[in-house]
C-alpha cells in the first residue's frame, strides 16, 4: 500500500460566478497500516479531500497516487463510509455487506461467507437479517464498516462516521474501529471534530486550517494504545491541539 | 380497549353506506317507480346473478373480464413506454428537458378528448381502447418514476460507484430499487385512471361489449337497476386494484416510510 497525496487544491465555482477555494496545495504521504486523523474548523474541505482521494470529485490541481497509479474515479483499494451511512434501505444487513462482492461478480457462496464474516467482525452476527431502518445509528455505522471491509481494500476513507451519534455509543464505536483496525491492518483516514477522538484514535493527525484549508500541523500521537482520555499527557496534547485549532480558525 | 376502539372505528365508517341504502330503499318505495330510481333489491338480483345474460349483451363477469383485458392491455403499453422514459428522464437532465415541452403540452388534454383522432386513426375497436386507456395511465406513471429516479440519493450512488459498481449496475441495484416506491404510486395512480378510461371509452358509439357499454346499452332499454348493478361492479374493480396496488406498497415498499 502506498498512498500519496501531492500538491492537492481544489476550487469551486459557485453559479454566480464567484469562486472558492475549498483546498489549497495538501501534500501527505500515508504509511502503510497508519491511523491519520484529519482535523480542522467547519467547512475547510476536509469533506472535499477524501471525496476527491476516494476519487469521486477530482481535484484543480495536484493528483492522488495510490501505488503510484494517478486515482481518477473509483479505486477498488479506496473505499468510502459516509456520515450519513448511505446504506441501502431496501435492502437488508447481508445484502447491504454484500453489495460491492455482487457488483465484483463473486459467486453468491463466497459473497454470503465473506459477509457474514465481516458481519461478525463488526458485531451483528444477530442482526444479518434485519433492514436498516430496524437498526440504531451505531449498529448502521457498524453495517457501514462491514460493507466497506468486505471489498477488502487497503485502504478505509472515513467522513466524520460517529459525528451523529451520541458520546457513549461514540466511544464504543472508537473502541471498535481501532480492534477492526488492529485485526484487519487497513490503513485508515479519518475525519472528525473531535479532538478528543482525534487524539484516541490517530497515529497522526493533521490539523487543517480554515478555508481554503492548507495542513497548519501534523501531530504524531505517540501515546501507547489504549490511550486513557484522563492521562495527563493525554490532557497535555488536548489542550495544545485546541490552541492550533484556535489558530487555525483564525488563519 | 383495542378491540373497542376497533369496533368504533368499524361503526363509524359503515354508518354513512347504511345511511344511503336505507333513504335509496325508503325514497324508492316512495317514488316507486323503477326507470328513476330501482328498489335495492332489483339491483341486487342483477348483481346475484352474475352470469345471466342481460338483454342479449352477455352478463356482468363476461363483461367485466372484457373491460378487464382492455384494461390490461392499454395499462401494460403505458407502462412499458413511461417507465423507461421516465428513467432517463430523471437521470439525465438532457434527456428531461428534450421530451419535457412536449409532455407539458400533451399532459392537460383529457383521454376522452382524444376520442375522434383515436376513431380516426384507429376505427372502433381495441386498438383504439387501448390507445385511450394507455394515453391516460400514461402520464402518472411518467411523472412518478420521474420523480421517483430523481429522488435516489445521490449518497446511494455515490456508496455505489465508490464500492465499485458500474452505471447498469447502478441502474439496476440503486436506481431502479430506489425508485421503486414512487414508481408503484405512478402505477396505482396510472391503473386508476386507466379503469376509467376504458368505462368511457366503452361508451362510445360502436362498442358491443364491457362494463362500459352495458350499463349504457342498459340505459337505451330504461334498465336502470342494470346500470346501477353495473355501476357497482365497477367500483368494486377499481376497489379490488386499488387494495392490490395498496397491499404490494405495504410489503414491499415499507421502508420508504420507515427509512428516516
Ligand atoms: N459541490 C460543491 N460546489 C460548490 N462548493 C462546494 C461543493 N462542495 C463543497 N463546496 C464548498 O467547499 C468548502 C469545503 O466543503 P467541505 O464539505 O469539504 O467542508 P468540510 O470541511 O467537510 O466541512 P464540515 O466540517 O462542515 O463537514 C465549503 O465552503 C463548501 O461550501
Ligand atoms: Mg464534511
Redesign the interface.
Known sequence: MNLLIEKLSRRFESEGGEAVNALCEISLEVMEGEFICILGPSGCGKTTLLRII???EEPTQGRVKMNNEEVHG?N?N???I?Q?Y?L????NVTDNVE??L???NIPPEKRRAKADEYIELVGLSSFRTN???ELSGGMRQRVAVA??LA?EPAVLLMDEPFGALDAQTRNLLQTEILEIWNKTKKTILFVTHSVDEALFLADRIIVLTARPGRIREIISVDLPRPRERTEPTFGALRKYVLSLIDQAKKD | MGKSICCKKTLIRIILPLIIIITWEALAYLINNEFILPKIESILLVLLTPTADILGSGGLIGNAAISITRVLIGFLVAALVAIPLGIMMGRRETVHDFFDVTIQLIRPVPPLAWVPLSLAWFKIGITSMAFLIALGAFFPILLNTMDGVKGVKRTWIEAATNLGASEWHILKKVVLPGSAPTMWTGLRVGFGIAWMCVVAAEMLPGTNSGLGYLIMYAYNWGQVQVIIAGMVIIGLIGLIFDTFFKEVERRKFSWRELDR
Open positions: 476516494a476519487g469521486l473509483p477498488e479506496l473505499v468510502m459516509f450519513d448511505s441501502f434501505p431496501w435492502r453489495f460491492g455482487e457488483v465484483r433492514f436498516p431502518h460493507r466497506a471489498v
